[in-house]
């Protein structure tokens, strides 16, 4: 018997690539292009995050980007490998953090977090709740997301 897992209860996570085979060291792999801004200061990661996404903006069309709040102490940030003309390959996690680097530098973001470019990365699902605050993580429209840390945090009390 098949059981329904209850995403609002549980701090769910997911790898955030896509394989090609079970072998994960030599699979190809396949992702939209993904960014992690953390801080202990939320409100740090949040100005952070509106300079990312003011860059991304500029570069790809904004129904290609995603803003995760992460339920803790930051964001998620996702451009869509389709609108990227991402093609899947072995060396995508070394492509990513090579891009995610050079735009921390260019834009001087100290919340992105470059460790997460890695072959096994997991990512919190949308919707699930974080264990630590209780609070969910929550895709949020750039509207949404202008409203501040007060709107995204009362906005991820619940889902």
């Known amino acids: 018997m098949l059981t329904q897992i209850n995403m609002q209860t549980l701090g769910i996570y997911t790898s955030v690539w896509l394989y090609?085979?079970?072998?994960?060291?030599?699979?190809t792999r396949y992702s939209n292009l993904y960014f992690d801004l953390d801080s202990k200061d939320i409100n740090e990661s949040y100005l952070e995050a509106n300079k990312l996404i003011d860059f991304l903006k500029k570069k790809i069309p904004e129904e290609a980007i995603r803003i995760y709040f992460t339920g803790k102490k930051g964001f998620?940030?996702?451009?869509?490998?389709?609108?990227?003309?991402?093609?899947?390959?072995?060396?995508?996690?070394?492509?990513?953090?090579?891009?995610?680097?050079?735009?921390?530098k260019i834009l001087s973001l100290n919340t992105l977090d470059l460790s997460v470019y890695d072959l096994r990365r997991m990512w919190r699902l949308p919707g699930s709740k974080h264990q630590d605050t209780g609070l969910y993580k929550t895709l949020f429209t750039f509207s949404e997301f202008s409203y501040g840390i007060d709107f995204i945090m009362n906005s991820s009390k619940e889902k």
């Open 20 to 27: 090609n085979s079970h072998d994960v060291d030599s699979s």
């Open 76 to 104: 998620h940030i996702e451009c869509d490998a389709v609108a990227l003309g991402i093609s899947p390959g072995n060396d995508l996690p070394k492509v990513y953090k090579f891009i995610a680097s050079d735009i921390k």
